[in-house]
């Protein structure tokens, strides 16, 4: 009997964990009238909200009204995607002369993780402090979606002064090396979610270089200048305004320019909505950004009855370059156990 009763107690706290852990909730960051809203579910940035240069506060991040309208969404709206962001070519690659076979949901080929990547997991909230930050965790086990190796997760939200959004994205393989390339995959629009396309948006994009994609969007090993392109955005211009020539729109990683000093971030961009006059300026320590414009969203029911048509936002994803793990001149993504995975973005705000 007292075994059985032993097991029964087992059951019951190991069901109260489970239940505990399951918990999803929405917690928020705020100083003065710069807020966000994120949540422990795939660790997403639910809204930022924001002043224009007259005062009127916007929440510029697309998304929906509810937690559980993010669950096994296709939009990846606001989410960390991972364990590897973006592409994998044919759901394969080979480390150490073993091949790893990824989960194909996207044609033949593997998208942000898998079928159920980091977005659609519930992660642990390990520290939250309202005007602080919030820092949430997963372990990823060996094999999931075809990875190898057991792998700790944590994503941090930092509010820094009166106007900058800091995310530290951080990664250790505990007993196989693995590929390790986490992303945020935020929808921007700086006139507010709910303001139309993000056209005549002005970016400044500090690439010169790109890396081209086949028809299926996986790179084709090649790095080519941007210059003389409708990928140059060396010079800030309207996202629109060569569409004429990229009709459906952008998805590509950009090289990013070096930072003149190591221990810097380097620049990756510089966005300007000029009616409401918001600017955002971004910064990484990564090598490569994807430049997306929200090409697939097709009359998405978003926040407040909002309903977002193509190119409703953009996507600034730093990151290592897709299909890094099948392309050896490509800077590596293999993290090995005793090592760390460390990924910085600095967003900072204006309005003028």
């Known amino acids: 009997m007292a075994n059985i009763f032993s097991f029964c107690v087992f059951i019951v706290l190991s069901l109260l964990c489970f239940s505990k852990a399951q918990h999803v909730k929405v917690y928020e960051l705020k100083r003065g009238y710069f807020s966000a809203k994120f949540t422990n579910y795939g660790a997403t940035m639910l809204s930022v909200i924001l002043p224009d240069k007259t005062g009127k506060l916007d929440d510029v991040v ?3 009204d509810l937690v559980n309208d993010y669950k096994n969404d296709t939009t990846y709206f606001g989410a960390i995607v991972g364990r590897v962001a973006n592409r994998i070519g044919g759901a ?7 091949t790893y076979k990824t989960d ?18 519930i992660w642990t909230v390990k520290s939250y402090k309202k005007h602080s930050h919030v820092t949430f965790s997963y372990e990823s086990f060996d094999g999931e979606e075809g990875f190898p190796g057991n792998l700790s997760v944590s994503v941090t939200y930092m509010l820094l002064h009166k106007n900058k959004l800091a995310v530290k994205m951080m990664a250790k393989p505990l007993n196989k090396p693995t590929p390790v390339n986490l992303a945020l995959h935020t929808y921007w629009n700086l006139g507010g979610h709910n303001s139309g396309d993000i056209m005549s948006h002005t970016l400044k994009l500090f690439g010169s270089k790109i890396t081209p994609v086949d028809s299926e969007l996986i790179p084709t090993g090649e790095i080519v200048p941007v210059r003389k392109t409708p990928y140059d955005f060396r010079r800030p211009r309207e996202i629109g305004s060569k569409f004429d020539q990229l009709p459906h729109g952008y998805d ?3 090289v990013l320019h070096k930072s003149r000093r190591s221990r810097h971030l380097r620049k990756v961009a510089v966005v300007v909505e000029s009616k409401c006059g918001r600017k955002m300026e971004l910064w990484t320590n990564m090598p490569g950004v994807q430049l997306y414009t929200s090409n697939m969203l097709n009359n998405e029911k978003g926040k407040r009855g909002t309903v977002y048509g193509k190119h409703a936002g953009f996507c600034l994803e730093t990151q290592g370059f897709p299909d890094a793990v099948n392309h050896p001149n490509f800077p590596s993504q293999i993290v090995k ?3 760390i995975y460390k990924h910085f973005m600095v967003y900072r705000f204006t309005a003028h």
């Open 62 to 64: 697309l998304g929906y």
């Open 252 to 254: 590509i990683n950009y």
């Open 92 to 98: 394969k690659f080979i480390l150490n002369g073993v």
């Open 104 to 121: 194909a949901n996207d044609g033949k080929n593997t998208l942000h993780g898998g079928s159920k990547g980091f977005s659609d997991v």
């Open 337 to 339: 156990p005793g090592g």
